[in-house]
């Protein structure tokens, strides 16, 4: 039973959106006894920033997670931010401190990268493509330089995006070699899709898949289906595949520690979760 003791920790996103947060973290509270639930909420986004002043005004709230299309709106109401988010731009996750305070943080980056490096890839000193200089392509990328890849390739159709994620990186990380513009995959170790392409019949791939060393690893950040076209192709040439629930999974303990509830894993998580993992 839900109480007026119990931590709210609020899914905001927008209200066609598919809720998924909640199917992996009520279940993992539910079992270890834990006082708290992540609770979905549905907000428009021109309802959004004063949605959002309100419930940090509740007495028994610690935080949100943020989804789409609030990423972005979410960095210019609080108090302190990241790194990760300086880079990104956006913000999946916000905490509640003692004095009121809030502090936001970005996740979506750190998930893809624990899901690459449990796969037994080393990531420091990588060559690394992105596809898609949107808010999950740039958390990718701040998490990757983060981890001390060499070099980060950044493709979008839109190419002042990339430009402008290219300057960000820099910011941070001056030693980190930055390639702009081009999506030949030739040469790169790890070649993330973070785009919808390849989702619909007629879509082309985000990159030419024969060009992949089979070696690498193709990731994707897309979660209604596990193996998507890219994917399938890059199997097919042999490459290594991390499938976009895998990001999901792996960023939740991130989260936990984040808002001070005991640590988990991901495969404890997995286990039970009420989604397919």
């Known amino acids: 039973m839900i109480s007026g003791t119990t931590t ?49 005004r509740l007495t028994n709230i610690r935080g949100a997670l943020i989804t789409m299309p609030h990423k972005v709106t979410t960095v210019s109401l609080l108090d302190e931010v990241t790194e990760a988010v300086r880079v990104a731009g956006s913000c999946n996750a916000v905490l509640r ?41 740039s958390a990718i990328a701040a998490a990757m330089a983060a981890a001390g890849v060499r070099t980060i390739g950044l493709a979008d159709a839109v190419p002042a995006a990339a430009a402008a994620l290219g300057a960000r990186l820099r910011a941070h990380h001056p030693d980190l070699e930055i390639v702009i513009g081009g999506n030949d995959p030739a040469g790169y170790e790890i070649v993330v899709n973070a785009t919808p392409l390849g989702m619909r019949d007629g879509d082309p791939l985000p990159v030419d898949v024969s060009r992949m060393d089979p070696g690498a690893l193709a990731g994707e950040v897309v979660m209604k289906q596990a193996l998507t076209p890219f994917l399938e192709a890059a199997q097919a040439r042999g490459c290594a595949v991390q499938v976009g629930t895998d990001m ?17 894993t ?12």
């Open 8 to 56: 709210l920790i609020a899914h905001l996103g927008y209200p066609t959106e598919s809720f998924k947060a909640p199917l992996i973290y009520n279940p993992y509270f539910e079992k270890h006894g834990i006082d708290a639930v992540v609770m979905p909420m549905g907000v428009k986004a021109e309802d959004y920033p004063d949605v959002f002043r309100a419930l940090f």
């Open 248 to 264: 999901l999974f792996e960023q939740v303990p991130a989260y936990l520690e984040f808002f001070g509830f005991r640590p988990a």
């Open 97 to 137: 401190r003692e004095d009121g305070s809030l502090v936001g943080d970005m996740f979506d980056g750190l998930g893809f990268v624990r899901g690459v490096e449990r796969k037994g890839r080393r990531l420091a000193g990588a060559r690394v493509l992105i596809i898609g200089s949107g808010g999950v392509g």
């Open 266 to 277: 991901a495969d404890e998580l997995r286990a039970v979760a009420r989604i397919e993992a």
